[in-house]
């Protein structure tokens, strides 16, 4: 049973607009999240995370919001750079463990110049 | 510096055969993680050590999967005869400090993409 989800398999925005990447989890215990951003032949490279005690976090560009009664998060990309074009996978940690990361599936971000 | 290096990066291996993979951690790191990651799936947790201290094993798939990090730097994730089901990319990440640390930040390597025929 997948406990972290993202039910997009891709997306497509246009260079300069926001890219909003979502995220839902099951497991009520998780405590942080993290977002992993991947280009091909390469491993995940840690983009931003959120602690449970907090709605928001920002850096620079990238914002996550997380929802903690919808068990819903998402990343706001603003604005969307072609370099951005990549797999981004959420993650979470805690529910008995705060090392064992369990990820999504992943989304396909397409950045169109 | 130097990230989390894998090697190979890319193996083919026929059924029944051996094989291992061998991850270099970023110098100085004491955590070590492997993952595994199939094909349209979100990477899966196998194993963590603690310095040459394996302390958790619960993610690995059966005894033929053996991970060790004798000296508490390099790992190897050994397979031992192979199926086809373990085709799939195989992560190691590294961390500076005590996993457990929500503020420790997994750093990836390339991972190695096998594959068994």
């Known amino acids: 049973d997948q406990q972290v989800k993202q039910n997009s398999p891709s997306l497509s925005v246009q260079e300069g607009r926001i890219s909003i990447l979502n995220c839902d989890y099951t497991?009520?215990?998780?405590?942080?999240f993290l977002w992993y951003k991947k280009y091909p032949a390469e491993g995940p490279t840690f983009l931003i995370s959120?602690?449970?005690?907090?709605d928001k976090n920002e850096d620079g560009r990238f914002t996550v919001f997380l929802n903690k009664s919808a068990k819903h998060l998402s990343l706001h990309i603003v604005p969307s750079q072609p370099g951005d074009s990549a797999v981004y996978f959420c993650?979470?940690?805690?529910?008995?463990?705060?090392?064992?990361?369990?990820f999504g599936k992943g989304t396909l971000l397409t950045v169109n110049p | 510096g130097a990230g989390v290096s894998q090697s190979p990066r890319y193996k083919v291996a026929k059924r029944g055969q051996d094989v291992a993979l061998r991850c270099d951690p970023i110098?100085?790191?004491?955590?070590l993680f492997w993952y595994q990651q199939a094909l349209g799936q979100g990477p899966e947790f196998l194993t963590y050590?603690?310095?040459?201290?394996?302390?958790?094993k619960s993610g690995l798939p059966s005894d033929r999967f053996f991970a060790e990090r004798p000296e508490g730097s390099v790992s190897t994730l050994k397979i031992q005869r192979t199926q086809q089901e373990d085709s799939a990319v195989y992560l190691c990440?590294?961390?500076?400090?005590?996993?457990?640390?929500?503020?420790?930040?997994?750093?990836f390597g390339p991972g190695t993409r096998l594959l068994v025929l």
């Open positions: 050590f603690q310095n040459e201290a394996q302390l958790d």
């Open positions: 110098s100085g790191h004491v955590s």
């Open positions: 959120i602690s449970s005690i907090k």
């Open positions: 993650a979470a940690l805690g529910g008995g463990s705060n090392y064992k990361l369990t």
């Open positions: 497991n009520s215990m998780f405590d942080y």
């Open positions: 990440a590294s961390s500076y400090g005590l996993a457990g640390g929500s503020e420790e930040t997994q750093y």
